[in-house]
């Protein structure tokens, strides 16, 4: 069956560096949109970044722009979050996602409802 899974989250202190990845297993995702989520104690899990298939259109939430940097490797089915400039407010659980259910448009990637296949997710703690 399919699978995500992620790796490479931990403690970080604010200011650091982390880099998260997505191992994805059972099927291929290289013609596959993919995306990262996070989800903070207490709130509804939000959309932290996209990128297309070919890796040529990323997008992010605003509030991680110039800070995280998703990548992907096709030829290993693994997408990545590079994670710099860490803040205490980027603590939260981070989950992958793979296959988008519509177009590569914001009103898709962002909406935790057009994915498929999501991962188990990875603890992400920035310390003051």
């Known amino acids: 069956q399919v699978q995500l899974v992620e790796s490479g989250g931990g403690l970080v202190q604010a200011g650091g560096s982390l880099r998260l990845s997505c191992a994805a297993s059972?099927?291929?995702?290289?013609?596959?949109?993919m995306g990262w989520f996070r989800q903070a104690p207490g709130k509804e899990r939000e959309f932290v970044a996209a990128?297309?298939?070919?890796?040529?259109?990323?997008y992010y939430d605003d509030s991680v722009k110039g800070r995280l940097t998703i990548s992907r490797d096709n030829a290993n089915n693994t997408v990545y979050l590079q994670m710099n400039s860490v803040k205490p407010e980027d603590t939260a659980v981070y989950y992958c996602?793979?296959?988008?259910?519509?177009?590569?448009?914001?009103?898709?990637?962002?909406?935790?409802?057009?994915?498929?296949?999501w991962g188990q997710g990875t603890q992400v703690t920035v310390s003051s």
């Open positions: 996602a793979a296959d988008l259910r519509g177009p590569f448009l914001s009103s898709w990637y962002s909406s935790r409802s057009s994915w498929n296949y």
């Open positions: 059972g099927r291929t995702f290289s013609g596959d949109a």
């Open positions: 990128i297309s298939w070919s890796g040529v259109e990323r």
